[in-house]
Structures are given as C-alpha cells and as structure tokens.
C-alpha cells in the first residue's frame, strides 16, 4: 500500500549519502542518455505498451519499497491493472551500498488482466551501484536503466564489487541508460524548506518517483495527497519530498528525458469500485467480515513474525469491530490464547509463518482433539529452519497436513491471489465455525505483500455463516455430533448446566468422559478423519479451465502460483495447444471431483515453489503418475518457466 | 438425532453474546444466586490420585469454599472455569463439577489469557505444578504475571515430577536423588514465590495442603484479589517425595517452623508466640521476645506495599536458620489486562460509524470502472 512501510526504508541513510559525488549541479543537468540499438519489439512497445515492468532498486534504506507502493497506487488509481513484488532483504539494515543491502520492488502495470508482477522488468531504476549489479542481469535486452549518477563514486563501485565504474565499460551495452544526479538534484529542491542534510537526501527517492511519473504520463496529486497524509505531523518533511516529487517531475519534462513519454491505457476490470489491495490486509479484512458475519468476536493471537506480522498490525486497528488482539509471548501462548478464547465462543484466530507452525503443533492437535473452531494462518516463507523469512516459498503443506503426533487430521485452504485471501479467510472462519474443528489457511510471503486491484465486495453478499450453541442441560453431551458434518456442539461457559471438562486426553464417544478404551480411541481416530472429510461435501468442486472434457495436459497448481499458471497456460492455448489448468484451494480435504478431474487427461503437470508436496499427495492419493516443476529459490514462478515445460510436455 | 432436533441457541440470542460480556453483561442487574453446597461443585468424575495424595486436600479446600466465593461475589457456578496444564495437578478440573479445561503441558495460563481476555465476566483458575508451571511452561507465567490478568494461579509444589513417575523438578533440592539424578542433582532448584515477585505479581501467596484451614483462607482471598493472584501451595507427594515438607509442617513443629503472616502485624511465631523477625542492617534476624526485645523491634508485615522488598525478603526466609512463612505476601491494586483490553474495545467500539463493516472494505484510496 502506498505510504505504508514494508521494511523500515525511507529512513536515514547518512554514510551513503556521504560517498556520493559531489560534483557540479549545473554540469549535470544535462541527462546522460545513451541509446543502444533497440530491439524492434521493445521500440514498438514503447509508443503506447499495454503493459509495463518496472523494477525500483536501491539500498535497505533508499525508500524502493514506498516508492514502489506509491507508484503501484498511482497506477492503480488512473485505471491500470496491476501486480507487484516486493523483494526485501530479511537485514533491517545491511551496510549501505553493499550487495546484500539492495531492496528491491518489481510492478507490472497494465492495461490487460494481468495475473504476475511480470517474469522481467524493461525498467530498472537503480539508486545505488548495488542495486544495478544485483538487477540488470533480470532486465530484458534494450530495457530501460535509470541511474543516480551521484551514487556511483569511488567507494559505492568498490562496495557493489565493480572494479571499474560499469557506466564505462561494455556493462550498459545495449540497454537504454538514463543518468541522472538524482542526490544533488533532491537536495536542490527541497533547500527552501530548510530541513537538515540526512532528511533532505532522503527525498531522493521521490525525485525517482517524479522521474518515473514524468516518463509514464501519471497525475501527481493523489501522492502529494498520499505524502502529507503519511507526513502529517510532520509538514515540513512533507513539503520536502512533494518538492522532490515534482523537481523529478519538472526535470523529466525540461528534459525531455526520453523522447517520448509513454502511456499504459486503463485496464478493462469488470464494473465495480475498487482498491489495491495486499494479502496480508485481505486475511485481516476477511476476518473482521467472517466475526460480523458468524456474530462472533474476533480474537487474534500472534507473536510477531515475518511474514505475518502485518495481519496482527491491520487486525489491532480495528478494535471498533469488537477486535481482540493478543501479541502472545511466544507461538505457543498465540495459539494457546487463540484456543482459549474460541472455549469462551469467540471466532479464535492466531497467525504464523512456518516456523511458528513448528511450535504451534502440539496446540493445533489439542484444537483437533478438543475439537474446537480456530483457523491458523500460515504466511510461508522460505525455509527450513529460520530459511528465508522475506522470501517466499510454499513448502509448509506436508508440516501442516501431516506434522502432528499421533493422526490428527486438519483443514487446509489456501488462497490464489492477494485479494483471494480475503475470500478465503472467510472461508475458512465459515468451515471452523460449522464443522468444528482447526482451518489451516496457508498464504505465502508473495500473497502477503503482493497487491492487486479488488473489487470491493458488498456486504450483503458475503457468505452467511450459521453458529449455533447447545443450551439444554437435559440433553446436552460434550461430544455428540451433528449427523451430516459430524461436528459436535459448543457450550459455552457461563450457559447454567452444561458444565462440562474438555482437554487433550481421548475422549469417549459423545460425553467425551477420558477414556483409555482400545475400541473407542479407534472409533474416535476415524471419527476425527471422517469429520474432515466431510467437509469435502461443503465446497465447491474443482473448476477446470480449459477442456472441461479432459485433454493432453491439466496444469494443476495451489496457492499463489496460479497467476503464472494461468498466464502460461493461457499462451500456450492461443498457440492452439491442448492444455488445461485447474487451480486448488481445498487441499484437504480436496475437492470431491479431483480424481475425477485428473483422470480425464493423458498428462498431470504441478508446478509448485517446493520440492513436490502436492505433487506427492496426488501421487498417494489418486495413484496419478503427476509431473513436478519445482522451484525453491524464494522467488515466484516466471510465466516463461511454466510456459516452457508446457511445451516441453505438448 | 438431527441437526433439527438437536437443542441449539442461535447466534443472536442475548444470553450467548460474549461479545457484550463485560460490557452489557456485567452492568446488568445479576439475579440473585442460588445457595451452593461442596456437592454442587463436585464432578461426577472418580478422582484418580494416589491415595494420600496432597491433592485430596487441595480439591476439597477449594470445594468447600466455592459456595461462599459465588455468593460472595455474585458469581453463577456456570461462570466459573478451571484450565489446567499436564501433570497430577492439573487433573484438577475434572473432579470440579465447573467448565473445565484440560489443557497441554506447561501452557495453561495461555488458554486461561484468551479466555479471560473475551470473557472478563468468567472467573478464571489456573492449575499447575512445579513442573507445568516452572519448567515447560515457565514463559507463560511470568508473562501471565506481568500483564496482571485476572486469573487465579495455583502452583501445587510438591518438588518432584509425579506423573512421570519421579524424576526431579525445578524445586527439587539440590542434590536430591531422584530416578534422573541417581548422583544427586547439580541444579539449584528455583523459588517460586521469588518468580512471583520478579514478575510483579499483583497478589503473591503461600498455603499448605495439611493446614485446611489456612488453604482455605487463602484460596478465598485470592479469589477475592482484582488481578492475578498466585498462590504457591506446598503439596506433599506421598509416593515420589513424601515428607518432603515434614521438616517444618509436620504438627508437632508446625508452630515453631512456620510463620503466618498477617497484614499491619508483627512478624511472631512459635508456638509460644514468644519469636520475631527483625531487621539488623539488611538482614533478617530470628529473635526471642523478652530481655529488651519487643513487638516495637519487630518488623511488621505489609502486605500491600507497592514496594517488594519485604515481600522479597520473607521469599527467601529458608529453613533451618528461619521459619517458613505462610500467607499474603503481596497484595496490590493495579488495573488488570483484561479491563484494559476490554476498555480499549468498548471505546472503539462507541465511535461514530464503529462496526460498519462496508465502510471499512470501502476504506482508504479507490476508483470506479464504469
């Protein structure tokens, strides 16, 4: 979101300013602009693209995460359809101008229904040495690479590892280069506000932003807007960087820093109002629906992690929607607390990524034995152990399907894109609340600080989600179950004469008394299995998109792979070739036409950001000989990637 | 049976809304409550310690007392909950015929905190031991302490693991001989009282599993404490560690090994009542009443002191030099976690517009496509 923070960036960060040449304003007005032999395609696009990829990089502490927001809300403001990845390092603040230091932003903005941020960016504004040598080599040929020239003296080439200043040599070959003193220049403009040198060069990045807005025809006001809303105990700040915003802007102009600007018409989104929209934010906003909808309140657990963490902040905002949230000591006392609270009756929520999963075990199979509604959200990120924390990765689906002692059988959803969660969220309040028993909904670090436009759904057309509690002592049983779903009933404390002691020994059939019985540890064993499967017949079957009937290939997917699968499979179809795609977001229990569904084609194609998770519950499950596109480097799937085993397999 | 015949209250029945407890529920005249016994408050679950058991005693004491804590403060028996953690302690709630929760090993005061949080008109106890509480779930108390929620702690501390069947535990001795430290153990056992402390809890108390009559006094008391109570009760494990308390609660020294302590009075003991506390320098001193010394020398207890030194300071009286103190140590005010909780959402929730769930999705910058 614009003005919202993704990492602390923006903020001071003295020692790079300090190695910045320093050389003559004046001499430097002239842009350095260099135009290499262009290929023929990308000259085309240029006129008027129906999408663009761009790529802000910079160090940890050079602002690229708001100035990609900001530029991703304009965007989505004049119309444009878009996608975004943020790409941060897990350092709050890695040495300046060091390779490990350089935080990136990637958005596509488009005028089609685009799915993915784009498989490479044909722009690339580098802020600092570090950031042109960790990105140029994702830039396509004849692409875009706006420099700070002031960045690149001595000290910042020898930290990014060049030995010779690439603006001199063969490294910029062929690619468009504008340079442009983007430090001197900032600090130029924001001179009549009077503010120090550190807050002063901090503006620098929406010098880059005007730049960029110069360069692709875009209305400034709805950031200034947005900048002194973000500022706005602080004026002068403010007035700092909206001075820098325009000094970028009115640079690029007297400019003329390409020879024409360029302009991505509005997308064709379906009639609606929309928002830009993050997953983590639609989890939260899907759970402040599911509490009004069920007329539960809300009770969020959580112990602070990337990336998860933002779920907890948006969630602690809204406390005016009977809101409560609980930054717990541990992962442990997050579920535990979460678990408490749905005791008492409320929708009982806690968030983690995977190694909070990890920690939570033992709880989430007290939550199956007590049979208590809770949904965990797993927001995965790249592992094991510790792993990658601000990259994502989809391989916590066995740990959350099997990673439990004893058998202990859950629900797992996962949502297919940043507004999905939204959705999903409810969805799986909805299955907690009327099946009784834990929801593990599993988003990723790409799902969560990704966006896209959303429409604003209305409330009246949220689910209706039913809860209902016992109230007759004459015939109330701890674990009497209702017959279609097997769920059994909730007793409150505080309902007079249905006192009763629930914990995590093995309960006897329906008084759920302890019990050590042999025959009833089996009968409750299959019960609990039997209770999840049920759900199977309350959600809808799997949707094949492509030949229903059945073909040569179905590309199956779950969670936030299904943009690229989409779009490649999409391609691949223009061309006439004959593959399907089907996208899961019940993965236990799958939905009841899965096995159907695979049958029907001769070839099973998974990709999946793991080493073959689903693929091998596939395997097991429908004896389907399925093929795996595996890819764990902490990065989404390039369409190009998916596209390319498609016709591998054709 | 079906789901139409199934006895169920709708999600908009007033009586079920926890989401106004504590708001509405708690303003609201209560009716006045039926006189309970002991038998309302005994489960018709058959109690499975080993006989000899110091938890027999336990279990009765708090029986006892329920009918008179529930008529004291107004409270319905439905209203109470006992959550407990893994061990023989925390079978605890079984055999309270209340709403129970038989939780995982070390974290009930987590489940006991989410619970309190959405439903501050519930009374709350928590069950633990030295091993749930100190050992595994040793994060979870110190933090239930420091945020002050509303619960009432009981640590049964019999300084051995009984459900395992006699390994040491963090209060065990040092050098004990256990099943684990055949050699004796290497490890300086922790006070419970002092983590207490540490942790500032607002109510800090230790009773006996053979003294009915103290325990049920300080069960009451801390079930009349706003705030988190702990209360530390020295319970004898007839199997593993008997006798492990004897040395100073055995009833022939009881009188001179133990000291009761009693708000605004002096610190006396024996059973002569003729033995002090008082200070010299920094330290404490066990003195003789008489031959100049009087009550005026004595150091007088304070419970409520927001000022933990001398509560410290009889946390660490320790045998043989000084008699073991049983009683409040502490006993002070302060707003609890989940009335401040509770505030903060009661005054979101009394905002222009608050809960207007369209507003919120419609919520910050957004364009229309015609």
Known sequence: MAGRERSPENEEDSENAKTESASNIEESMAPNTQVASVPKEVEDRNREPENVIIRFAGDSGDGMQVTGSMFTHNSALVGNDISTLPDFPAEIRAPAGTLPGVSGFQLNFSSLDIKTPGDAPEVLVAMNPAALKVNLSDLVPGGMVVLNADAFGGNNLKKAGYVVDPREDNTLAGYQVIQVQISNLTLQAVKPTGIGQKDASRCKNMFALGLMFWIYDRPMEPTIRTIRQKFGKKPEIAEANVLALQAGYNYADTMEIVPNQIRVSKAQLPKGTYKMIMGNEATALGFIAAAKVSGRPLFYGSYPITPASDILHELSRHKEFGVYTFQAEDEIAAIGACIGASFGGALGLTGTSGPGIALKSEAMGLAVMTELPIVIVDVQRGGPSTGLPTKTEQADLLQVMFGRNGECPLCVLAPATPGDCFRMAIEASRIALTHMLPVVLLTDGYLANGAEPWPIPRVEDLPKISVKFATDPATYQPYRRDPETLARQWALPGTPGLEHRIGGLEKEDVTGNVSYDAENHERMVRLRAEKVAKIANDIPPLEVAGDAEGGELLVIGWGSTYGAIDQAVGRVRRRGGKVSAAHLRYLNPFPANLGDVLSRFEKVLVPEMNLGQLRWLLRAKYLVDAIGLNKVQGQPFKIKEIEKKIEELL | ?370
């Open chain 2, 1 to 370: 049976m079906t789901e139409s015949n199934m006895p169920l209250a709708s999600n908009d029945s007033p009586l079920r809304a926890p989401a106004d407890a504590g708001g509405l529920a708690a303003v609201l005249p209560q009716p006045p409550q039926p006189a309970y016994t002991k038998q309302d408050f005994t489960s018709d679950q058959i109690v499975r310690w080993c006989p000899g058991c110091g938890d027999y005693s336990i279990l009765a004491q708090m029986q006892k007392i329920m009918p008179s804590v529930c008529a004291k403060q107004n409270i319905p028996r439905e209203n109470v909950v006992f959550v407990s953690g893994i061990g023989c302690s925390s079978r605890f709630p079984y055999y309270m015929n209340t709403y129970g929760f038989h939780s995982i090993h070390g974290r009930a005061p987590t489940f006991a905190t989410g619970l309190k949080s959405t439903r501050p008109e519930l009374m709350v106890w928590v069950v633990t031991g030295d091993g749930d509480g100190l050992s595994i779930g040793g994060n979870h108390l110190m933090h239930a302490l420091r945020r002050n929620i509303d619960l009432k702690i009981l640590l049964f501390n019999n300084r051995i693991y009984g459900l395992t069947k006699g390994q040491y535990s963090p209060t065990s001795e040092m050098g004990k001989k256990t099943k684990s430290s055949p050699m004796g153990t290497v490890e300086q056992p922790i006070n419970p009282l002092l983590i207490a402390l540490a942790a500032e809890a607002t109510f800090a108390a230790r009773s006996l599993d053979t003294d009915t009559k103290h325990l049920q006094e300080t069960l009451e008391r801390a079930a009349a404490h706003r705030g988190v109570a702990f209360v530390e009760i020295f319970q004898n494990c007839n199997i593993f560690n008997d006798g492990a308390f004897e040395s100073f609660a055995d009833i022939s020294v009881r009188k001179d090994k133990t000291l009761i302590l009693e708000h605004g009075k002096p610190l006396i003991f024996g059973k002569d009542r003729n033995k002090g506390i008082r200070l010299k320098g920094l330290k404490p001193e066990v003195v003789t009443l008489g031959q100049g010394i009087t009550e005026a020398d004595l150091l007088v207890h304070d419970e409520k002191s927001e000022d933990p030194t001398l509560a410290y300071l009889l946390a660490h009286l320790s045998e043989p030099e000084f008699p073991i103190p049983l009683g409040v140590y502490r006993n002070v005010s302060r707003p609890t976690y989940d009335q401040l909780l509770q505030s903060q959402v009661e005054t979101s929730k009394s905002k222009p517009n608050a809960g207007n769930l369209q507003a919120l999705l419609a919520s910050g910058d957004t364009w229309t496509v015609e």
